[in-house]
């Protein structure tokens, strides 16, 4: 009976290393690792993915394949079918569930961002711990309590970032359900704020602010792998969709992302790309900003990142609430540094920012705090939103990063 004892344990051991690592039956493959560390269970603060081609979603909602709201004011049934719906996009990706990098999770209440955690740990094997984000906003359909999306490892690995549109859940025609970025580089375009114009949308307005930096590059519409869209009200996203499907013509829209927020400009957009391999020895990450851009310590307009290695960091809060704006900034850039160093990263390696504020005196505070953290010149691309709440309750801010290896950065040409 002892050997079958020890081939069980074997067999569990091996088990866990595959669930940890997807590429784990071929060690020549780069890995994923999840990096818990005192999260929640069901989830890491940090996950770290080398060298993988990537699928990102657009955001989910919870309805079914004819476009109608499942669960009318039901949390858990809307939470399962939008999970439904993510597997669906997954797997229709080559991906799945078990390869999540990161969710983002957007809800009524604290207690929905608990229940999709809950909800999603039980579809995963143990060692499956995906980053996660949360903050409170109304959704772009107003029946829904909760949508989602996600990055997941994919095994689709071409040289072009391929849309995918899936027929087992409903969405529009035009426009992608996910998208596959290969292996290799990542452009981040911080978020344009605009107001409209005499003859020009805020989201005309945004988008060709965003596109005109693209080209600085040499890059085009096609290299664009998902848009976050920030909007006053969220009921405006369908609006927002069909503006944007102008810049993408003769193909789909790349997956989009809704967060209503509550600052003045009615739109702010902030972009993500593809950027291709060089034969030129680049640093693992760059900054930039426009000629006509002042730079600054909060954040730079974009971060080209050329390193293998990226490590994505769950949504981080004080862990007290102790009423001081400034102390509560400090307490989520401790717990930022501190997870950084575990993951081998540091405060001048972050590549892309997105930071939550809840009111003008949180956002003041997170303001601060990164004047005295960050350098001038390797301040990563960032959107600032101040929306209804965040994950956590008795919080008034939250942040989420991506950083890659503390190697040599500068700042580009």
Known sequence: MAW????????????????????????????????????????????????????????????DREGKIVGDGSVEDQVEQVLDNLEAVL??????????????????SHETVDRVRELLAKRLEPAVRPAITAVLTPMPHRDALVAVDAVAV?????????????EAVAGDEDCADAAVLPPGGVAYLSGV?????????????????????????????AHVVQLKVFLRPASAADDVRHVLKKYFPGELTPPVVFVEWLAGPP??????????????????????????????????????VRSERQIYISSLFSPKATGRREEEALGVFDQLEAILARAGSDLRHLAKGT??????????????????????????AASKCMVHGVGQAKRTMTLDMIAVGSEQSSEAP
Do not use: H
């Open 267 to 304: 739109v702010e957009i902030e972009l993500i790309a593809q950027l291709p391999p060089t034969a030129a020895s680049t640093p693992k990450v760059q900054y930039y900003n426009p000629p006509d851009v002042r730079p600054s310590q909060l954040f730079s307009r974009v971060a080209l």
């Open 4 to 63: 079958r004892s020890i081939l069980a344990a074997v067999m569990a051991c091996c088990l866990m290393m595959v669930a940890v690592c997807p590429a784990a039956e071929d060690a020549d493959q780069p890995s994923v690792r999840y990096l818990a560390l005192d999260a929640p269970a069901g989830m890491s603060q940090a996950v770290i993915v080398e060298g993988q081609p990537l699928v990102y979603t657009r955001q989910l909602v919870p309805v």
């Open 91 to 108: 797997e229709a990706s080559g991906s799945g569930v078990g390869k999540l990098v990161r969710l983002n999770v957007y809800a009524l």
């Open 193 to 221: 704020p605009a107001e409209p114009g005499l003859t020009q949308s805020a989201v005309d307005k945004s988008m060709s602010g965003l596109l005109k930096t693209l080209g600085t590059f040499e890059l085009t519409p």
């Open 154 to 166: 994919a095994t689709e690995k071409g040289e072009r970032v391929a849309l995918k549109r899936v």
């Open 355 to 380: 930071y939550y504020v809840t009111d003008d005196g949180s956002a003041a505070g997170m303001d601060r705090v990164r004047l005295w953290r960050y350098d001038l010149a390797t301040a990563p």
